[in-house]
T-cell receptor, first 116, second 112 residues
Framework: NAGVMQNPRHLVRRRGQEARLRCSPMKGHSHVYWYRQLPEEGLKFMVYLQKENIIDESGMPKERFSAEFPKEGPSILRIQQVVRGDSAAYFC??????????????FGSGTRLTVV | AQTVTQSQPEMSVQEAETVTLSCTYDTSESDYYLFWYKQPPSRQMILVIRQEAYKQQNATENRFSVNFQKAAKSFSLKISDSQLGDAAMYFCASLDGNQFYFGTGTSLTVIP
């Protein structure tokens, strides 16, 4: 079991470019979550998706950020027109089910985005 | 929303000694879950221990144990017989619905 796979591990973008972060959940997991970790801070929730559906996007910035989890393929977190403040580590997690306790909730190793 | 507070940005411990990391939380839920995660320099988030709030008994995983004080909303992590591999950032977290709320972390140094 390869775990939650995120790529790329490091991503450098110039201001104004687009960043695409990919997350392949663990085998058998149909729930995906994205978190952002700013320097010196803990992880903060961004969005929760199931296949082809956004369930909770309460933590997503209103502009420039979007997420999808298509029927086939990885989940994508997309940041348009990146700014320096988007520099952070972005983590994906997956779980097999929804519900109290969320057993099996597993994090990936994150993508570190640097905006220059 | 829930808040999780870790008031110790940095801690150090001598190898083989015991250290306790503090965490307090605030929630209006009656049933909830609390966690400690370890984040080494590799950035991987590793689950250390988990506690169901409805359970009276403190969770234990080998050298790691918690002191869960529900009335005080306190959830500290005790690491016994500290090892060099324990050096990392430690995050306390609570789970509300489908999302985790994390504290700002405690950086643990283990001194040989």
């Amino acid at each position: 079991n390869a775990g939650v796979m995120q790529n790329p591990r490091h991503l450098v973008r110039r201001r104004g470019q687009e960043a695409r972060l990919r997350c392949s959940p663990m085998k058998g997991h149909s729930h995906v979550y994205w978190y952002r970790q700013l320097p010196e801070e803990g992880l903060k929730f961004m969005v929760y998706l199931q296949k082809e559906n956004i369930i909770d996007e309460s933590g997503m910035p209103k502009e420039r950020f979007s997420a999808e989890f298509p029927k086939e393929g990885p989940s994508i977190l997309r940041i348009q027109q990146v700014v320096r403040g988007d520099s952070a580590a972005y983590f994906c997690a997956s779980s097999p089910t929804q519900g109290r306790g969320v057993y099996g909730y597993t994090f990936g190793s994150g993508t570190r985005l640097t905006v220059v | 929303a829930q808040t999780v507070t870790q008031s110790q940005p940095e801690m150090s411990v001598q190898e083989a000694e015991t250290v306790t990391l503090s965490c307090t939380y605030d929630t209006s839920e009656s049933d909830y879950y609390l966690f400690w995660y370890k984040q080494p320099p590799s950035r991987q988030m590793i689950l250390v221990i988990r506690q169901e709030a409805y359970k009276q008994q403190n969770a234990t995983e080998n050298r790691f144990s918690v002191n869960f004080q529900k009335a005080a909303k306190s959830f500290s992590l005790k690491i016994s017989d500290s090892q060099l591999g324990d050096a990392a950032m430690y995050f306390c977290a609570s789970l509300d619905g489908n999302q985790f709320y994390f504290g700002t972390g405690t950086s643990l140094t283990v001194i040989p």
